[in-house]
């Protein structure tokens, strides 16, 4: 492995919060991530720039604005200033968190699009558009609503949302209907404009085979890269970016919104008296970091426009897995949410907690599973039982003792601490940040092991000189634990960068060399506990909250009737064992699984029933399952369903899963040959 090359200047931006809602710690999952890896950066003593902002465009934010009866440039600002306190509170320190209704954010992207237009990118082209005459406007993206012409699921004008996922194009939708007073919609034409995507796939294929991406990344974005078409990207909305020349039409949001990365970096590099050119339009390296739904827009939208515009590329793009709530699907609608401020903050807990989860939990591009149970465990059992007790144990008794900390680094505990140090230079650019924590960790487990070998409570009775020699290296450990934590638990490492005696904010600028540097005796104030325990009763009382949410969730979904699939058995029309039996059910093996083009949620796989041939099956579950996981594995199979199209694909056949919030496949409990009858 090598180190990451702090050879350029880096930029690192985190995908924009859309200024519409309060935080929940999905977002975080992103955020948290971003920060430790640009604080790392900094302690290997690489230049870097880290800016983001909010997300104040689009119709959701008219719709919702309208909704509260309050003018959208109002709405916004009220979500912007709640992002902020939170990023604040955790210590997510953008250099700048800007907003996309900035000025110049409007500046910038005018600029990028004229470019576009004038390098012949960008075109205008007639189209038909749905218009409602009782509210006498155009309906654009999610104010209108309809059949997705793709796979036939009710769909928002910009997106197949309950089907197929697929990003539709304004005029796309059948049968339009207003979303605000429900009326059936007019089709007109009109003139919108057009980016030129489809001539960038040559250049895109060859693009993404030198991005230093996530693998879910930039396989997924291969996909996309090999059948592109325009986009438009303008829409009849007064709020917005107007589009040069046209005051009755704004730019598309994803056009202006990842614009947002460069006005932002102009509003700061301006306030340090530094050029933005030198990033945007110079040698560094751009990093994006974002959340796995919107690899497309930055994998395939945004390096094309850059590219027609003359800007710097992205050099990698960092892509997340999602966070799951007691290991169901991250759901508002079904309560399967935990909000930021309402049910973490304001009970509490302290931020780093939950920073230290997201960073240790798993690799980020896999899936986090949040449970206020494993939270405590995790917490109590690394944080408090290694960690904390490590640093609390050896303070408290140099502080008890009056010992005189001086002596030498052990060999052994110059060995550990370089091991972590290293751990931190070569995986922060694999972006493995459960590599880093595990590491730390190990080092405070080192350290609980020396502390408790070598008995300094029976040293400083026999030996007071041997046991200043231990607790001199027992201090070192906690110095190499705070410098190299600070990037996980800042607030954490800043306290205990004060209790040895050095000003607490001063922890950020402290690089990782320092954490081999021997500590010199100072004049320290009186420890205190780091860490306390999460009690079973604290706990208790958050899953409480958590099932009480779920459970007005489901209530409230049976009464709207959107989930009878869901109701109690005995509310279910009971049927009879002959027409049980009218179901065909076979054992299957899966020999190969791809993804379907186009389709957030569907997976086709080639299955194994027994027949002369295998079986195409086309399943929802992509969100759950990657292709690689598929392959090889055994499932439960209908066999007799007439064949049915989805997205222009035929599937023969239903694969069975339980738990439509985690999709587990059905399977067998031993060994069974494909095509094995199920009775």
């Known amino acids: 492995m090598q180190e990451f090359p702090c050879d350029k200047p880096v930029l690192v931006t985190c995908g924009l919060p859309y200024a519409n809602g309060p935080a929940h710690i999905g977002h975080l999952r992103t955020y948290i991530p971003a920060d430790m890896f640009v604080r790392a950066l900094r302690k290997m003593r690489q230049d870097t720039v880290f800016v983001c902002g909010s997300d104040t465009h689009g119709t959701p934010i008219i719709v919702n604005a309208e909704e509260h009866h309050v003018p959208p440039a109002e709405f916004v600002k009220t979500y912007h200033k709640i992002f902020e306190d939170v990023f604040r509170k955790f210590q997510i320190g953008f250099n700048r968190y800007g907003s996309t209704d900035d000025p110049t954010n409007h500046h910038r992207t005018r600029s990028i699009v004229m470019d576009l237009q004038k390098n012949g990118y960008v075109y205008p082209k007639s189209i038909k558009v749905a218009y409602c005459k009782s509210c ?33 194009e304004p005029g796309e939708v059948l049968d339009p209907r207003c979303r605000i007073c429900g009326t059936k ?22 693009y993404l085979d030198t991005l230093h991406a996530t693998p879910n990344a930039v396989n997924y974005a291969m996909e996309w890269a090999k ?34 990365y460069i006005a932002f970096t102009e509003e700061y590099m301006g306030s340090v008296g530094k050029d933005w050119k030198s990033i945007w339009k110079g040698d560094s390296r751009i990093i994006h970091f974002i959340g796995g739904d919107i690899i497309y827009h930055h994998c395939i939208f945004w390096p094309a426009m850059l590219k027609g515009a003359g800007y710097t590329l992205p050099w990698g793009v960092v892509a997340s897995g999602m966070i799951k709530i007691n290991d169901k699907k991250f759901s508002k609608s079904r309560g399967y949410i935990v909000w930021v401020e309402d049910d973490y903050l304001a009970h509490g807990f302290h931020p780093d907690l ?39 144990r050896v303070l408290t008794f ?68 041997a046991c200043e020699h231990v607790l001199f290296n027992c201090v070192q450990l906690v110095k190499a634990m ?36 021997p500590y010199v005796n100072r004049p320290r104030p009186k420890p205190k506990i780091l860490f306390t325990k999460l009690e079973d009763k604290k706990i208790a009382e958050m899953e409480k909250i958590l099932d009480e949410r779920v459970r007005k969730a489901e209530t409230k979904a049976k009464l709207q009737g959107k989930k009878e699939e869901e109701a109690p058995i005995q509310e279910a029309e009971l049927v009879s064992i002959d027409d049980f039996g009218k179901l065909m059910l076979r054992v299957g093996k899966v020999l190969s699984c791809e993804r379907v083009k186009g389709s957030k949620k569907l997976l086709k796989s080639m299955i194994d029933v027994g027949e002369d041939q ?10 759950v399952y990657t292709p690689e996981e598929m392959v090889g594995k055994t499932v439960i199979v209908i066999v007799n369903l007439k064949p049915a199209k989805i997205m222009g694909i035929e599937s023969n056949g239903m694969i069975l899963a339980a738990d439509s919030n985690g999709a587990t496949l059905l399977t067998v409990e031993k060994p069974s040959d494909p095509g094995t009858k199920i009775h």
């Open 136 to 168: 006498s406007r155009g309906l654009p993206d999610r104010y209108v609503e309809g059949v997705c012409p793709y796979c036939g699921s009710m769909a928002r004008g910009d997106e197949c949302d309950l089907g197929c996922q697929r990003h539709l």
């Open 185 to 206: 919609s007019e089709v007109r034409e009109q003139e919108h404009f057009f980016f030129r995507l489809s001539e960038f796939g040559d250049f895109l294929i060859k």
């Open 227 to 260: 059948d592109l078409k325009d986009w438009c990207i303008t829409r009849n909305l007064e709020w917005g970016v107007k589009y040069p020349g046209h005051e009755d039409l704004v730019v598309y949001v994803w056009v202006d919104a990842p614009i947002g």
């Open 354 to 392: 939950l920073r230290y989860y997201i960073l240790s939990y798993t690799s980020h591009t896999k899936d986090i599973n949040f449970s206020w149970k494993e939270f405590q465990t995790k917490i109590n059992k690394e944080l408090v039982g290694s960690f904390g007790n490590f640093v609390n």
């Open 398 to 465: 140099v502080d008890s003792k009056h010992v005189d900390v001086r002596g030498t680094v052990d060999p052994e505990v110059s060995e550990a601490i370089r091991v972590a140090a290293e751990v931190m230079k070569t995986e922060i650019g694999n972006y493995e940040f459960k590599k880093i924590s595990d590491a730390i960790i190990t080092l405070s487990d080192v350290g609980n092991t020396y502390f408790q070998s070598h008995e300094p409570w029976k040293l400083i009775k026999e030996d007071r000189g």
């Open 482 to 517: 705070a410098v190299l934590s600070e990037p996980l638990i800042p607030q954490k490492a800043a306290e205990i960068w004060g209790m040895l005696g050095y000003e607490p904010s001063g922890i950020s600028a402290v690089g990782l060399d320092e954490a081999s540097v």
């Open 614 to 623: 295998p079986r195409q099956i086309l399943s929802g579950i992509a969100e």
